[in-house]
């Protein structure tokens, strides 16, 4: 314990403290002395503090810090502080969660946005500060206003509590006044002994006084720190603690925060009145300081009143527009999206307006109306109000999108949100039927392209049921009720072939095209979906068209090639997916995603305009089921191809893409067993290559696969029934291409079971290699077999010809280059570009003399 709350004299504490001094150390027990603890080290304990109270403490501090600089008005380190504060918020977050938003936070909050709003409409002060301060004061301002918007209903509770207990305060302070200043007069006395007193006894009790402790006299009693501490305890709000009387919870919970009165007591609510109210109100609209949130409010309580007073419904639906209006403004930042409450908000709002436009047939509303021809008064004459529901709901539908994007897909709240859809398309439904009795052709089509762009990407499982036959496994009498319903493919139809019909615009019947297209690739009917894609000739102008059509040409393409590959055409499918895939940014051309290795090419404002074209997670297409499919076409192509014109020099690539992975996978010094779905594709065509089909057969059909890519295609078991055919039928080419030089003669019914295909499959496949001269071979019908012709170089031969061919064009290139130099144009020049000297009709290739002019080269 310290001596200063020891008990004796002040003499001898003063000579303990100098024998302490004048005594000295020994030299061999500095050392020791170090180790050993002092007696206030051995009084002290160490205090283990929660998390909780650590961050909370270092939140405090940093608020003392802001709450000395505003007494200073120095606005800098108010901002530094701020920052510092808002950063370790952030890192208490998890504490925050779990305890709730402390209090002594919101206080800060709402107490630094009053003092900024005090500063600034001071404006003798804001001359008066520095350039730092000044501009410090105007960022802070900006900040903690858009900071505030999460903390809105705590900020407006703790402002309605300390308003109730101000005015208590004030109510009782006349009262309180004299009482609370005898009551101090007489805690000083009883606190500190009396200075009278204790002056008069000084000489007379000397010596009892200095026998008393000083700690007596220089801390104040138990009894007294109490009462402090209840009297504070009355003075500030409660928060309804537990703790807590029930007249204080009350306190926090009943009171209500006065509306603002709208008109003066005894004015008489008409339309004019209301219109003139309304029009004060959308004045400060998009002005700087309006309170985006206490405006909604205000548009609330008028239309409360016109509904009491039954001022008409034409009213109504006006108040009800710029109420719609005001929850879109109320984030200014066009990249932001809706808050959960305003997004409900905007909903109800939007089908209370509805159910008034469907309950009332005499309301028309247009853009074209102006302001001055309104009719809103109730009378025999129809209301005629401004507006555009249509707009109302296309922003509606863009705001879900916002909503969607910016929320994270793996999340419970991707999930809530999205069951949001289903009101989203009940609402456009609405509105579709309410056009179609008022609406332009117009306005029809812009309503129809909105419902196609919530249907043409939803597999119709309904649909897929009743064309197997399985629709009578539903169970409960609501899914029947639903699988009764009209197709999806039947709406698409009738949609878009009145925009087809009706729209004037390019842009929404080039959608319309597209996702019709994309509609049909997606239910199988591949006939349907390539023959409208011919037809539209998109792709010859679509380079032309925005960046959201070209994201959605893209979408579709990609799924037309998968709709191919399921229907087993393998060459439509590799030439639909070429584009996207050979690029090597499917990801960005999809619009679902952002590659890293292309952010310095853009700046800030570009990376946010690319951000907002980003289609919502559930829209996305399964790039790993989109690279296997187009990485198994190429292979089922490019294998028997490499085989077919393994000596050729002049062979050209057919995918880049494969050629790089089988490169990739050539160059790895240990082959294991394949892990990713690239891996499985390379072993897959090292098997193939050798002709060994059942080995590419599991390596590109098992459980693994059928986990990634193929289960999830709806119709599993036909795509697998589908790739083992093409395997087979491939693997039979790639097997006859490069062992042909080695047989003579081989049967029809060996391949047959080799490859475990029907005989008339291998006849129609070898007939067909022999008519495109890709094998030099005749069938001998009676003996069913395949008689090899040998005409094929030989390997020697082969590489005499690459020599020819290399010698040629070394010979080729001195001649040209001999020609610039002596100046001289004609000669070779003048000769036939196209072969040069290595133009022949007709040359040594695998399968025989073929012309080299062919299409292939």
């Not at 009084?43 to 961050?55: I, L, N, Y």
């Not at 349907?528 to 539209?536: E, F, G, K, P, T």
């Not at 020697?796 to 064009?809: D, H, I, P, T």
Request: net charge negative; aromatic share 8%; charged share 30%.
């Amino acid at each position: 314990m310290s001596r200063f709350f020891a008990t004796g004299s002040d003499s001898e504490s003063e000579e303990s403290s100098s024998a302490d001094e004048i005594t000295p150390k020994a030299p061999g027990t500095t050392f020791k002395q170090s180790l050993l603890l002092s007696d206030d080290e051995e009084d002290t304990k160490r205090v283990v503090r929660s998390a909780k109270d650590k961050r909370f403490e270092e939140l405090t501090n940093f608020i003392k810090t802001i709450r000395n600089a505003m007494k200073i008005r120095d606005m800098s380190k108010c901002l530094e502080e701020f920052e510092q504060l808002c950063r370790a918020f952030l890192k208490s977050k998890n504490i925050v969660d779990k305890e709730g938003v402390p209090q002594f936070y919101i206080r800060l909050l709402a107490d630094l946005e009053d003092y900024l709003n005090q500063l600034w409409e001071d404006k003798e002060g804001k001359k008066k500060m520095n350039k730092n301060n000044a501009k410090a004061l105007s960022t802070l301002r900006q900040k903690i206003r858009k900071y505030n918007r999460d903390f809105e209903t705590e900020i407006a509770a703790y402002k309605e509590v300390s308003l109730q207990t101000n005015c208590k305060c004030e109510r009782q302070f006349s009262f309180q006044q004299d009482e609370s200043t005898s009551s101090d007069e007489d805690d000083d006395d009883e606190d500190w002994g009396g200075d009278t007193e204790e002056s008069g006894s000084e000489s007379s009790d000397d010596e009892e006084g200095k026998s008393k402790s000083l700690a007596t006299v220089f801390l104040k009693n138990r009894h007294q720190e109490g009462r402090e501490e209840e009297e504070a305890a009355e003075e500030r709000p409660r928060w309804g603690s537990a703790g807590g009387s029930n007249a204080d919870v009350d306190l926090v919970f009943s009171v209500h925060q006065e509306k603002p009165k709208m008109f003066a007591k005894g004015t008489e609510i008409n339309v004019p009145v209301v219109v003139k109210k309304l029009n004060e109100i959308l004045q400060a609209r998009g002005k700087k300081g309006t309170d985006r949130a206490a405006q909604i409010e205000l548009l609330h309580a008028l239309e409360v009143i016109a509904a009491e007073n039954n001022l008409g419904q034409g009213i109504l639906v006006k108040i009800k527009f710029n109420i719609i209006a005001s929850l879109y403004d109320y984030n200014p930042n066009l990249a932001a999206f809706m808050k959960a409450d305003m997004w409900k908000k905007c909903l109800d709002c939007i089908d209370e307006l509805l159910d008034i436009l469907f309950e009332y047939n005499n309301i028309f509303i247009g853009e074209n109306i102006a302001e001055d021809s309104e009719s809103l008064i109730i009378s025999d004459q129809p209301f005629r109000v401004r507006g555009c529901v249509l707009t109302l709901v296309e922003r509606m539908d863009e705001e879900f999108t916002k909503i969607m994007q910016n929320t994270d897909p793996h999340s419970q709240e991707y999930v809530d949100n999205l069951k949001d859809e289903g009101r989203v398309c009940g609402i456009i439904d609405r509105l579709l039927s309410y056009l179609e009795n008022k609406g332009s052709t117009e306005e029809i089509c812009r309503v129809y392209l909105r419902r196609i762009m919530h249907t043409y990407y939803k597999f119709d499982y309904k649909a897929h049921r009743r064309s197997l036959g399985l629709q009578g496994e539903t169970k409960s009498e609501q899914d029947q009720e639903e699988s009764e319903g009209e197709d999806s493919a039947i709406i698409m139809d009738r949609l878009c072939k009145f925009i087809y019909a009706k729209d004037r615009t390019d842009r929404i019947r080039t959608c319309a095209i597209l996702c019709h297209i994309y509609h049909h690739a997606l239910h199988s009917r591949w006939y349907q979906a390539r023959d409208l894609m011919l037809m539209s000739h998109l792709q010859d102008n679509i380079q032309h068209a925005d960046p959201p059509v070209q994201i959605l040409y893209n979408r579709t393409m990609v799924q037309l090639g998968i709709c191919a590959f399921r229907q087993g055409m393998i060459k439509d499918a590799h030439n639909a997916l070429l584009d996207i895939q050979s690029s090597g940014r499917a990801k960005e051309l999809l619009g679902q995603g952002l590659l890293m290795r292309n952010m310095q090419e853009r700046n800030a404002e570009q990376e946010k305009i690319e951000k907002r074209r980003q289609v919502p997670f559930h829209m996305h297409i399964n790039l790993e089921l989109l690279e296997c499919v187009y990485l198994v076409s190429a292979m089922l192509l490019e294998i028997p191809y490499m085989a077919a014109h393994e000596f050729d020099a002049r062979r050209r690539m057919i995918s880049k893409q494969f050629h790089h992975q089988l490169r990739v996978g050539e160059r790895q010094p240990l082959l294991g067993p394949p892990e990713s779905m690239r891996e499985h594709v390379v072993a897959a065509s090292k098997a193939m290559k050798m002709g060994d089909w059942r080995t590419c057969h599991s390596f590109i059909i098992n459980e693994k696969m059928n986990s990634k890519v193929w289960d999830l295609f709806p119709e599993t078991q036909r795509v697998r029934e589908m790739l083992v055919r093409k395997i087979q039928e491939e693997s039979l080419r790639t097997y006859l291409f490069t062992y042909s030089s080695v047989y003579d003669s081989i049967s029809m019914e060996t391949l047959s079971e080799m490859f475990e295909l029907e005989i008339p499959t291998v006849h129609s496949i070898i007939s067909k290699m022999i008519i495109n001269e890709e094998l030099m071979a005749s069938l001998d019908q009676p003996t069913q077999t395949v008689v090899m012709h040998r005409t094929e170089p030989t390997s020697l031969q082969n590489m005499a010809l690459q020599l020819a061919e290399k010698l040629g064009s070394l010979v080729e290139n001195n001649e040209r280059i001999f020609d610039l130099k002596q100046g001289v144009y004609g000669g070779y020049f003048n000769r036939d570009q196209k072969g040069g000297y290595q133009q022949k009709q007709g040359g040594y290739q695998r399968g025989g003399y073929r012309n080299q002019n062919q299409s292939n080269y």
